[in-house]
């Protein structure tokens, strides 16, 4: 509804406007909340291991991560 209005009032200045909408894993929609951590080694093999990058670098990953958000999790990932 919004963006017919916002593009009715381009087109009437004569400039287009590209919308596009939201990706499902854009990070910036996606990760609400950041987890705190700490340069302890057990800290950054946690997020080397379990963290958004690595579960975003391979199909099983973005599966996980999937399941996650149609569960409803808060936190998706370290």
Known sequence: M????LRRA???VGQMMI?????????DVLKTKVRCHFPKPR???R???HGWDVRMATEGGRRT???????????LAH
């Open 2 to 5: 919004f963006t017919n209005i």
């Open 10 to 12: 381009c087109n009437s």
């Open 19 to 27: 919308t596009r909408e939201a990706h499902a894993f854009n990070r």
């Open 43 to 45: 800290e950054v093999k």
């Open 47 to 49: 997020i080397n291991v």
């Open 65 to 75: 991560l999937m399941r996650r958000i149609l569960k409803g999790r808060y936190v």
